[in-house]
């Protein structure tokens, strides 16, 4: 359902990855959001899917992304310094 979601809000489709974390950059702070954890920007709910794009991965949570479109957290390709995939 994130996955849909993001890819309607996102207007194409998402990458075919599945992704468990990323580090990232972040307004001169480095912070890691995981599937499970609390994500590292309003930091009030778990992270319950990283759907990749091209340019960019955004973090789905319970009340961004799952149950509604839309506020999801957003971090660019650019900012990336590592990612994490689920190993299949």
């Not at 759907?51 to 971090?75: E, H, Q």
């Amino acid at each position: 359902m994130c996955r849909t979601g993001a890819e309607k809000d996102m207007c194409r489709p998402a990458l075919g990855r599945r992704v468990r974390s990323l580090r990232f950059d972040h307004d001169g702070e480095e912070l890691t959001a995981t599937v499970g954890a609390i994500e590292p920007y309003r930091r009030r709910e778990p992270i319950v899917a990283i759907v990749a794009f091209d340019g960019c991965y955004i973090l789905c949570t319970p009340k961004r992304g799952l149950l509604r479109g839309g506020d999801s957290g957003i971090v660019g390709s650019h900012a990336v310094r590592a990612v994490e995939d689920i190993a299949v």
